[in-house]
C-alpha cells in the first residue's frame, strides 16, 4: 500500500473521532432540552433522538479509532 493511502486512512479516522465526539456532546445537550426531560419524566427513558445522537457518536468514535490504530 502507499504511504499517501495510509495518511488519508488516518485523516478519515481522526475526522471520524471527532463528528463521534460532536454528536455525543450534542446529545448529551439535546437531552437536557425541555421536550427531552418530559419525555424522560414520562417514559423513563431518553428520547430516540437523543438515542441516536449517543449510538451515532459511539460507532463513529470507534470506527475512527479502529482507524487510527489500524
Known amino acids: 500500500m502507499a504511504n499517501g493511502s495510509s495518511t488519508s ?3 478519515i479516522g ?28 414520562l417514559t423513563g427513558s431518553n428520547s430516540k433522538e437523543v438515542m441516536s445522537y449517543y449510538i451515532g457518536g ?3 468514535f470507534v470506527v475512527g479509532l479502529f482507524l487510527l490504530v489500524k
Open 9 to 11: 486512512v488516518k485523516i
Open 14 to 41: 481522526f475526522a471520524l473521532v471527532v463528528i463521534g465526539i460532536g454528536l455525543a456532546i450534542w446529545g448529551y445537550r439535546l437531552s437536557g432540552s425541555v421536550g427531552a426531560e418530559l419525555t424522560h419524566a
Open 58 to 60: 459511539a460507532a463513529s
